[in-house]
């Protein structure tokens, strides 16, 4: 997984006027702490991390720039109720290299299910990040799962994945992927354009003429 750069600086100062201002001139606050080390009142300039977000690379491990090995996971991002692309705070956790880290990886399914696209299943996708425990350098980027063979009823759990030197901090039972029958609504709709069909297709009988007699 690639390093990547944010140019975060310490804050000049702390409260609510202060942040107040500091986003109004596009700067995030946040907090940089970990095992060992000084929590620090940082900020980050909104824009470049908004950037980092639309390219789904949030999980990444971040180098903050305060210094040497000033490298970090994100582990809590506030943003704002309604406008999800605005950014409140951030919360920075320092990682060592040289050892192991627990960090949630994006889930990505990529294929349409047989169970779908053959039989009117919906694919259902309960998780969209799962944890995992491994060497920073070991951060897989995004976990794959082809789900193109599923059939209704049938599904993908985190004890179907295996990826070298990463545990999986889910249980194994654990459901990534199902495709289910199609719900009470969708069902009821397609058995009504089944019902009308025949009818739609049937010319409706004319009324016999009357006799001139």
Known sequence: MDIIKLQARERAGTGKSYTRKARAQGWIPGVYYG???EPKNVEIPHAEFAA??????HTHLFDLGLGSGSIAVI????RNKIKD???YNLDFMHIDMNKKTIVDVPVELIGVPAGVKDDGGVLGHPFKTVKVECLPTDIPEKITIDVAALKIGESVHVRDLSIPNVTFRHAPEEVLAVVTHPTREKAAVAAEEDAAAPAAGKTAAKPAAKSGK
């Open 35 to 37: 095992p060992g080390l």
């Open 52 to 57: 980092v977000v639309r390219a789904r690379k």
């Open 75 to 78: 582990r809590e991002v506030q």
């Open 85 to 87: 692309s605005v950014y």
